[in-house]
């Protein structure tokens, strides 16, 4: 069936410090891949998305790219700041859903980052 | 536009009480999805609904069900509240057949005591 993997937490990292959140999947076809974040006390937000194998999904300084040879979507971002401290979630869909399933969401990757 | 909104944010309740969650998904949007977020354990898929109808359903026992109305809102109940059903509740809206990614509301926080 469908997974996704990601990184064990907590990331603790300095501002201006680069990340990276590791991210792997499991899934039949061709899935979407999404990474979203959870602010403290809060729901979930969109962070970005990609739809296709090389598609690079982009969004408040954050990147990942779809890479389909390596089942992955590796979430970066160059420069962190305090506000980034959140925690973040990798997940996939079946655009044909065909299995009838939602979103399936790893279990998230708690970065902190210090002043 | 108003997002996924979510009533009540948080409550209490007895073990062996019931509860019903409600959610108003983004207008226009036609599927609701409900998700569990147990503390150490993530996100688990509970229900979709599209069209007034459940299309699937997570791992979980008969006492959790909900149901969608005409406007497309959408309740989630649970019966017989266990110790470990506190957490929060996250309802997520899409329109039917967009599998690009789900707008979430904030959530309710469930305390069962």
């Known amino acids: 069936g469908n997974s996704v993997t990601q990184m064990e937490g907590p990331v603790t990292l300095s501002e201006e410090a680069f990340l990276t959140i590791n991210c792997t999947y499991t899934?039949?076809?061709?899935?979407?891949l999404f990474w979203y974040v959870q602010y403290p006390g809060e729901g979930l937000q969109l962070l970005l998305k990609?739809?296709?194998?090389?598609d690079k999904g982009s969004n408040k300084g954050f990147e990942a790219t779809y890479r389909k040879e390596t089942t992955s979507f590796h979430l970066e971002k160059g420069s962190v700041q305090v506000s980034d401290s959140a925690v973040y979630f990798c997940a996939l869909s079946d655009p044909a859903r065909q299995a009838g399933t939602a979103l399936i969401f790893g279990k998230g990757t708690t970065l902190s980052v210090s002043s | 536009e108003a997002g996924v909104t979510q009533s009540p944010t948080h409550l209490i309740k007895t073990r062996g009480q019931q509860v019903t969650l409600r959610c108003s998904p983004i207008s226009g949007h036609t599927s609701v999805y409900w998700y569990q977020q147990a503390l150490g354990l993530g996100l688990q898929f509970l229900l979709w609904y599209d069209e007034g109808e459940e299309r699937n359903r997570g791992n979980f026992p008969p006492r959790f069900s909900g149901r969608q109305f005409p406007n497309y809102s959408s309740e989630l109940n649970v019966n017989a509240l266990e110790l470990e059903d506190s957490a929060l509740y996250l309802c997520a809206s899409s329109p039917t057949g967009y599998s690009y990614g789900y707008t979430f509301g904030s959530g309710t926080r469930l305390t069962v005591v």
């Open positions: 990609a739809t296709k194998a090389d």
């Open positions: 899934a039949t076809g061709y899935p979407s």
